[in-house]
């Protein structure tokens, strides 16, 4: 390699990370504000949110900061990018807040009618469910689908739209219900305390907003 070539500058050629890593405080603030909230929401169900503060940060070039999008050339301070940043972690923040508010809704509504079916309340006489009402088995279901499997299995999804049809899905234990209802537990007051929890964290089960 010739002197030059070891020269040269290769300063465009720096990572998102190396360009920002000697931003301000309050810039860095931000980032590190809205990746930990990317990290507790589980961003990677919100694809087209998760990264909104990062992305707006890509507009403004790192001298003392100009966006790229402006029409007409302006010099802004850090303090000025990190209150843009702000803003739209603010915004992100709400929009997401709003999107498992409704999927708490509809949820809420897909469990209450598990007890709506012709047969809600026939209890089930053969194969692991014996002893259990339909209506209970298909909530005990729901319940360990969203709160226990999670994103292990990457058909939950599909398995959760089967419950609000009146059917049972197969690969779903009825064990973990007995041990449930071992404990005293209902469908109804698992779901709460299991909710009730989650809430103190302001958080939701991520696959909700799939559903």
């Known amino acids: 390699m010739s002197k030059n070539e070891d020269n ?10 190396e360009e920002y890593i000697g931003c301000e405080k309050p810039i860095f603030h931000e980032i590190r504000e809205a990746r930990s909230f990317q990290r507790n929401f589980g961003s990677k169900y919100v694809p087209d949110l998760s990264f909104a503060v990062e992305s707006k940060l890509t507009e403004f ?16 301070t850090s303090e000025e990018v990190a ?24 949820r809420t509504s897909n469990f209450e009618n598990h007890y709506k079916h012709q ?18 088995a298909l909530a005990w279901s729901d319940n360990i689908l969203t709160f226990e499997t999670g994103e292990r299995f990457g058909h939950t999804v599909v398995d959760q739209r ?16 007995k ?8 469908p109804a007051s698992y779901r709460q305390s299991k909710l009730d929890n989650l809430m103190l964290d302001n958080r939701y089960p991520a ?3 799939l559903v």
């Not at 040269?8 to 990370?17: A, L, Q, V």
């Not at 089967?162 to 219900?177: D, F, H, I, P, Q």
């Not at 041990?179 to 209902?186: C, F, H, K, N, S």
């Open 61 to 76: 070039v790192a001298v003392s900061f100009i966006n790229k999008n402006d029409d007409e050339p302006k010099i802004y």
């Open 207 to 209: 696959n909700w907003v």
């Open 8 to 17: 040269k500058d290769t300063s465009h050629k720096r990572t998102f990370s």
């Open 179 to 186: 041990e449930l209802v071992a404990l005293g537990m209902t």
């Open 162 to 177: 089967t419950l609000t049809t009146g059917n049972l899905v197969k690969y779903v234990s009825a064990e973990r219900a």
């Open 83 to 106: 209150a843009t940043l702000s803003e739209v972690r603010i915004s992100e923040q709400e929009e997401i807040a709003s999107r498992f508010r409704n999927a708490l809704e509809k």
């Open 119 to 136: 047969n809600s309340f026939q209890v089930i006489e053969s194969g692991e469910w014996a002893g259990f009402t339909l209506g209970d």
